[in-house]
């Protein structure tokens, strides 16, 4: 009896032993395979970014609804679009964040930047007709970045005290905060997220 609960407990670490080994290799493997949009750090201050971003073309949608369930019909249609939902049947990289920004009526606008070459004159049609295509300007940004899972709860107390600390630091913002998310639901480790916001009259 005691060496079967031995044999048992010595399973179950190295069960738990595999998991956690297999999990660190899956968040490697999908990290180093996923493109994240490019920026240039500008300067930190304590735990906040300012940054530049150059231009970008973003596709996008906007829904309505509760907040999780207005992410996860967003990403279904922009996921549609990059593994082939459109007249040419063109896959298209994946890439990190998804973004979502809410308005003052709690509509959403959910986002993937597309990678760099992706171009508006050539896109590929997408089947889904309301998916906006935008080229972005060049923009000054201050983020905040932190780990784990992140419902829009905690989204929310991060926007509050990002917003705090631009006013501490005498600074001004443009347009609402914006959500990001790097990781896929299914990653258990290594996840990250940020709340950023764009800078108005912002110089170097």
């Known amino acids: 009896m005691v060496s079967l609960l031995i044999f048992k407990k010595i399973t179950g670490v190295l069960l738990v032993t595999v998991l956690l080994a297999y999990s660190g290799f899956q968040t490697y493997f999908i990290m180093a395979q996923t493109p994240t949009q490019p920026y240039r750090l500008v300067k930190k201050s304590g735990e906040m970014e300012i940054r530049f971003y150059p231009s970008a073309i973003e596709a996008s949608v906007q829904k309505n609804g509760e907040y999780k369930q207005m992410m996860n019909n967003g990403f279904r249609d922009l996921a549609g679009y990059i593994f082939g939902g459109n007249e040419e049947k063109q896959k298209i990289a994946m890439t990190a964040p998804v973004k979502s920004v809410l308005d ?10 597309m990678p760099e070459g992706f171009k508006l004159e050539s896109k590929p049609k997408p089947n889904a007709s309301h998916i906006q295509f935008r080229e972005t300007e060049p923009v000054y940004t201050a983020s905040l970045t932190f780990g784990g899972f992140a419902n829009k709860e905690k989204m929310d107390r991060k926007s509050e005290a990002l917003l705090e600390l631009l006013k501490k630091e005498g600074l001004s913002p443009s347009g609402n905060v914006q959500y990001l998310y790097y990781n896929p639901p299914f990653q258990l480790f290594g996840r990250k997220n940020e709340v950023l916001v764009e800078l108005t009259g912002f110089q170097e």
């Open 104 to 113: 003052e009526k709690g509509s959403g606008e959910i986002t993937f930047v």
